[in-house]
């Protein structure tokens, strides 16, 4: 069951913009991250949730969508995300969240994929812009952007071969090259 999941989440970078995710699910999906580890137990990750319009078109430029695909400057109009969770890192508590960050985003995407979500997790994005158009608390320092919503676009994996970058062939479908097993393993 946990192979199925992870393999179906993928990042999504196209989505049914008017299909709505309201802040309760993403606070379901917050949720999650309360029962990840955490280097010293210390928890110092917060979550901005970004479901108003107004928010989401403020932050939707800061964002940088794909970069192996050059010449696509990311979703258009009907094809943007529906919400948005901004990861931050509470600085009143630690100056470092060692590796929460990482372990927090994939429980939220499998939560997000489980509901028939689809997630792009962003770290290419002006944070201090990110940071002025949601007002946050100066101690709150944006780690990540993870856009969110319903897939309007199929992302399939696919052996790695001569090449790790992803690619979206001309009938849309976005792929993704993963190393085998093979290769993974140190003899």
Known sequence: MLSRLLKSDRSVRRFKEDE???ADTLS???N???YCGSGRNLQPLRYRLVTDTAEKEAIFPKLAWAGYLTDWAG???GER????LVQCLDTSLSQNCLCDDGLQLQAI???ATAMGLGCCIIKAFNATCVAEALALAPHLQPRYVLALGYPAE???IEDMTDDYKYYRTADGIHHVPKRTLKELIVK
């Open 154 to 156: 199929k992302v399939e």
């Open 20 to 22: 709505t995710v309201t």
């Open 32 to 34: 999650l991250t309360r």
């Open 75 to 77: 979703p258009e109009a």
């Open 28 to 30: 379901t999906l917050v």
């Open 81 to 84: 995300p529906a919400a948005y």
């Open 109 to 111: 995407t499998l939560g």
